[in-house]
């Protein structure tokens, strides 16, 4: 992480806006709480990725926050495209003042140079690969193997940079590396697949049971069970059982978490804007 930061900050004089890439369904975890403070009052969007996978209510509420908070947003989905055509127009409304000034020098021209920047599996080369071109950039399908720095024209008078180094999250907080596990953003092996599972059946249970008890035919009651029975009855329900008749709680495990981040239980968001400890450099 210290090279990633000297390397951002190296580069920084390079670029006109810094392009922050976060997860929709963890708007919080997903960051970079050092990040404000690193790249100072240079211009800077956020983009709300894989918005197709997010509840799209809270990312409405997200949206109003960043709003709120003076600081441009843009929902994005990278697999699809939807939002892309707003990128540069929205580029420039933030880069106004810097273009004035461009203008002023007599350098109306000059091509705009946007840093990207997000933590491994954010959907950077997604996002770069659709404004890029396949081409120019490939996709990586391991958390952490994003590619070293590197320019990407993308037409318009616009470059992007990918960001030099990983830009980990901050792990200091329990809730930040489990809600990342559960995402797929970083692996499994952080906590064993049952506790993972247990502890995503108990963050899902006050505001996604509907679509808990739709996708595992779940009876009127299961709102009070305990995450790991919950778990075991989500196992029962799918005939996962093991010699003696119990539930192999371990394949319900892989199989609730593979569920949940191919969206199969529904579009969910686990952190929301009123119950976020969000760093002060919004
Ligand atoms: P990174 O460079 O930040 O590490 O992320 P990358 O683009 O490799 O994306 C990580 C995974 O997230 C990929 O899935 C990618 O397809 C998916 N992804 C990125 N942006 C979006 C988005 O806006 N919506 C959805 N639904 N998915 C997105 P993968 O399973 O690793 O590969 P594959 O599904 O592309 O084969």
């Not at 990128?87 to 350098?107: D, Y």
Request: net charge positive.
């Amino acid at each position: 992480m210290a090279k990633t930061r000297r390397q951002i900050q190296q580069n920084l004089p390079l670029i006109d806006l810094v392009a922050e890439l976060i997860d929709a369904r963890v708007p919080v975890s997903s960051r970079n709480p050092e990040l404000p403070a690193l790249i100072g009052n240079k211009p800077h969007m956020v983009l709300l990725n894989k918005c197709d996978m997010a509840d799209a209510d809270v990312t409405a509420q997200w949206s109003a926050y960043f709003d709120a908070h003076q600081q441009s947003v843009l929902c994005l989905d990278s697999k699809s495209g939807k939002g892309f055509s707003q990128f540069i127009p929205q580029v420039k409304t933030v880069l106004t003042p810097r273009l004035a000034q461009l203008q002023a020098k007599g350098m109306a021209g000059r091509t705009l140079r946007i840093m990207v920047v997000g933590i491994p599996n954010v959907g950077k080369s997604s996002f770069i690969n659709r404004l890029a071109g396949a081409s120019r950039a490939k996709v990586a399908n391991r958390p952490g193997v994003t590619r070293g720095n590197q320019w990407f024209l993308i037409g318009k008078g616009v470059e992007l940079m990918d960001t030099p180094g990983v830009l980990w999250p901050k792990f200091e907080d329990q809730r930040v590396g489990e809600h990342l596990a559960f995402t797929g953003a970083i692996k499994d092996s952080i906590l064993d697949i049952e506790t993972l599972a247990v502890r995503l059946l108990e963050c899902l249970l006050p505001r996604y049971g509907q679509l808990l008890a739709a996708r595992y035919k779940l009876e009127p009651g299961f709102e009070q069970m305990e995450g790991y029975a919950l778990l075991c009855e989500i196992g029962r329900r799918r005939g996962m059982k093991i010699s003696g008749g119990d539930v192999d709680t371990e394949r319900a495990a892989a199989m609730l978490l593979e569920e949940f981040r191919n969206v199969k239980i529904g579009r969910i968001t686990l952190e929301r804007p009123e119950e976020a400890a969000i760093n002060a450099g919004l």
